[in-house]
Structures are given as structure tokens and as C-alpha cells.
């Protein structure tokens, strides 16, 4: 029987981690390079094989660069799971020394989920689409500013800003564009995910960067990740409405504006879908969800089969 590999979990905090090994102790370890060096020893010496962590704001991305080089499999899991098991399992007190204890637990318990291989140049993408994002959002918000009648001089200073941010903005895209072309496999998800009408470079980049499973995964697994599957909601001989939940809502995000221009226009399958439902009295904003979620699963086939858009005829309109 092969060996279990034993297991780490790891409270990252901006300064510190608490690190918990249930069977072999804990330790505190402070966010500078001997604070890094002292804990991989420490990992070395009690034979840790996998480092499991939280989400954290970005804070775990340092300690987690500094495991994998140390050699270690390393797994980011979502905070809300984490704190769900501990509170099923009566855990209520919570201080970093007892988050570690519940992280490394909860690492034990589900070791046989499937954790993606750690992609350094998908990584990558993904800060640079979460950038243009957040630089999108600050024009958004000077625009909304500058709807309303301003003084000569704030007016100027507004017009300087969104020039300032779509320059930046503009750096961002070629970053994004170069990254894509560079590695083969992006460029070929990209081909194919940019031949679906309505979806631009900065859609096409959100899929690549934050959705790497799709093509890998079912359809229903697909919407999941998203947060496009409905749950629902039904006990005894109430029944409820059914809703989405969870999920990667910053891609949702994404996928919302444009969706909403292929579901209305560019994208006939999509059209002719949100047609059918408006038809049955659906709720615009149900509709377009509801055109999110397909668009989603034609996605998830067509990489999984190497396909660019071709839907047969009885699909069109």
C-alpha cells in the first residue's frame, strides 16, 4: 500500500503562518526569508509532502511560491470550505493556531480532491486580467463622477485620470495579448474561444486565465465553477425557486456585458435561446443567466473536442 502523503495546513497572516501538522506539532514562522527557510526545515525534517493553505488576499502566494521550489505539492483551497468543516464538526473557537489545526484537517479528510497542476505562466494571466479589471473599474467610477456638472479644473483632472488609466489599460491588453501568443496552449484555447460571436479579447482572456478546467471537466461541473447551476431549494412539500450560488463570481462578472451583447445580437444560438425563454416569461436577468450557463457548456465541448464554432444548422434560427 503506498505510503499517505502526510500533510501541513497553513494560517497565512500578512506578518506570520501558523503551520499545524496534526501528528507532529506546530510552528510559527514569520513572512522573511528566515522565517521561510526555518519552516521548510521544519516541513523537511517531519517528512511533509503536500502544504495546504487558505486564500488569503494574495498573502499566500509568497509562501506558496517558497514551497513549490522547496519541492513541495502545494494546494490554495477556498476559506468558506474550510471554516463549514470546522463548524460541522463542532470546531466554533477560531485564532490562527486553531485555523491551522482546522486547514490541515480538512486537507486530511478530502486529500483525494483533485487539486490542478500549479500553472506559473496561468498564474500570470490571471494577475494581469485581474489588473485590467480593476483599472476598468476605476474608469467606470471616474466616468459616473464626471456625469455630473464639475468645476473647470476637477473636469480637467478627471479627463487627465481616464487618459492616465487607459493608457495603462492599453499597456495591459498588449501584456495580455503577448502572454497568450507565447504559450502555445493559450494560443490554441484562444482560437477556439474567440470564434464564438460576441466574445472579445478580454472575455477570451478571462476564460483562459480563470476557468482552466473547462474543456476537462462535464458540463454540469462546468456551470458549477462558474456559479451558473441552479440548486434547489425544496424541503417536505415546499418548493422553492431555484438559484445559483457560489462559484467564481469574477468571471461571472466578465461574462455578464458580453453575454448580454451576443444573447441580444451578435450570437444567433444565444439569441434565438434568450428569445425562447423571454417567450416563456422569463425574467430578463434569468434569461441572460440562463444564456451564460449555455454559452459555458458550448464552450466546455468545444475545447474538449478541439473545435472552433460551427453549430449545426438546427441550432441556428
Not at 496534526?22 to 516541513?43: D, F
Not at 422553492?240 to 451583447?261: A, D, F, S, T, W
Request: proline fraction near 4%.
Amino acid at each position: 500500500m503506498p505510503q499517505e502523503t502526510r500533510v501541513v495546513g497553513l494560517d497565512v497572516a500578512k506578518s506570520k503562518v501558523d503551520a499545524c501538522i496534526r501528528s507532529a506539532g506546530r510552528l510559527s514562522a514569520l513572512s522573511t526569508p528566515e522565517g521561510r527557510a526555518a519552516l521548510i526545515a521544519w516541513l523537511r525534517d517531519n517528512k511533509v509532502g503536500r502544504a495546504v493553505m487558505e486564500a488569503s488576499g494574495g498573502y499566500e502566494r509568497s509562501w506558496a511560491d517558497a514551497l513549490r521550489e522547496a519541492g513541495l505539492e502545494v494546494r490554495v483551497v477556498d476559506p468558506k470550505r474550510v471554516r463549514h468543516f470546522a463548524k460541522a464538526a463542532g470546531r466554533l473557537a477560531k485564532n490562527d493556531a486553531l485555523d491551522a489545526e482546522a486547514i490541515a484537517w480538512f486537507a486530511e479528510t478530502f486529500a483525494d480532491d483533485s487539486a490542478r497542476p500549479h500553472d506559473r505562466a496561468r498564474e500570470e494571466l490571471a494577475k494581469l486580467v485581474a489588473a485590467r479589471t480593476g483599472f476598468k473599474k476605476i474608469e467606470a467610477q471616474i466616468g459616473n463622477v464626471g456625469e455630473h456638472r464639475q468645476p473647470g479644473i476637477v473636469a480637467k483632472a478627471q479627463a487627465a485620470m481616464v487618459r492616465a488609466v487607459r493608457a495603462q489599460i492599453a499597456k495591459l491588453d498588449r501584456a495580455i495579448a503577448a502572454k497568450i501568443k507565447a504559450k502555445p496552449a493559450f494560443a490554441q484555447r484562444a482560437t477556439i474561444i474567440a470564434s464564438v460571436p460576441g466574445l472579445g479579447a478580454q472575455t477570451v482572456a478571462g476564460l483562459i486565465a480563470w476557468l482552466p478546467e473547462l474543456g476537462q471537466v462535464s458540463n454540469q461541473a462546468a456551470a458549477a465553477l462558474v456559479g451558473l447551476a441552479p440548486y434547489d431549494d425544496d424541503s417536505g412539500e415546499r418548493s422553492g425557486g431555484r438559484h445559483i450560488r457560489g462559484g467564481r463570481r469574477k468571471l461571472r462578472n466578465l461574462l455578464y456585458m458580453p453575454v448580454m451583447g451576443a444573447a441580444t445580437r451578435h450570437n444567433p444560438v444565444l439569441a434565438a435561446h434568450y428569445r425562447r425563454l423571454r417567450a416563456k416569461g422569463k425574467e430578463a436577468k434569468v434569461a441572460l443567466v440562463a444564456c451564460m450557463r449555455k454559452l459555458i457548456v458550448i464552450l466546455n465541448a468545444m475545447l474538449a473536442r478541439n473545435q472552433t464554432w460551427n453549430p449545426p444548422a438546427a441550432a441556428l434560427p
